[in-house]
């Protein structure tokens, strides 16, 4: 599968940072953004996969991820957060999050959550 586009959103920059060098380190693109707003005005860019930080300076990740999936209900997202309940992680699934993973977090888990995603959207596209 050709390598993905994937959208790191948090505020917090070495988060991104490290995301990022892993990433790339696998041949993907990535694309930063801190802030909510800043996430939505990169989707038309072309994005195969978001992973998103629950708290935003200007929004919560739930807000965030009905607006990625209204833009495009195929781009997964995979929630990260420092704030974990059971609730939050219950109507993050039933809003479409692909996954929900707790910080600090195995960057070697996100890594291997991030390809059995990018797995699933290439068995979806095939199937199309």
Not at 51 to 66: A, F, M, S
Request: glycine share 4%; aromatic share 6%.
């Amino acid at each position: 599968m050709p390598k993905a586009t994937i959208l790191v959103v948090d505020d917090e920059a070495l988060i991104r940072w490290s995301l990022k060098e892993r990433l790339q380190a696998e041949g993907h693109t990535v694309l930063e953004a801190e802030t909510g707003k800043a996430a939505l005005e990169k989707l038309p860019d072309g994005v195969d996969l978001v992973l998103l930080d629950y708290r935003l300076p200007d929004t919560d990740g739930l807000t965030l991820l009905k607006r990625i999936k209204e833009f495009d209900h195929d781009v997964l997202v995979i929630l990260l957060t420092a704030y974990a309940s059971v609730d939050t992680a219950v109507e993050a699934m039933k809003q479409g999050a692909y996954h929900f993973a707790n910080k600090p977090f195995n960057l070697d888990e996100v890594a291997a959550t991030v390809e059995r995603a990018l797995e699933a959207t290439r068995l979806r596209r095939e199937v199309r």
